[in-house]
């Protein structure tokens, strides 16, 4: 069973920088497909960043320059690098796993995935 735990939320004025992990249990299968979502209440889940198994990321138009995602697959865990943020960018941070086909892009549509951490909150202040 595949299990996702985030930690490195909190609070940090705008412009400030906040990295966020992900850490991964229960798989052994390389071909991992990763994401960061977004959400805050009466929205919809935005997908922030993804990672594909071969290592091609993909992030919202709104987060680009600015958000970087990586992962160690030594230490089975996914990153979230959030620099000059916004209080746009407050809201409870998802990461996500699902084993796609290999020819697939990286994925930042939430129907995708099927495995979901608890989430961690991040909340930039003005």
């Known amino acids: 069973q595949v299990q996702l735990v985030e930690s490195g939320g909190g609070s940090v004025q705008a412009g400030g920088s906040l990295r966020l992990s992900c850490a991964i249990f229960g798989y052994t299968n390389s071909n991992v497909y990763m994401g960061w979502f977004r959400q805050t209440p009466g929205k919809e889940r935005e997908g922030v960043a993804a990672i594909a198994g071969d290592g091609r990321t993909s992030f919202a138009e709104s987060v680009k320059g600015r958000f970087t995602i990586s992962q160690d697959n030594a230490k089975n865990t996914l990153y979230l690098q959030m620099n000059s943020l916004r209080p746009e960018d407050t809201a409870m941070y998802y990461c996500?796993?699902?084993?796609?086909?290999?020819?697939?892009?990286?994925?930042?549509?939430?129907?995708?995935?099927?495995?979901w951490g608890q989430g961690t909150q991040v909340t930039v202040s003005s």
């Open positions: 996500s796993a699902a084993f796609l086909a290999p020819w697939r892009g990286p994925s930042r549509t939430a129907a995708d995935y099927k495995y």
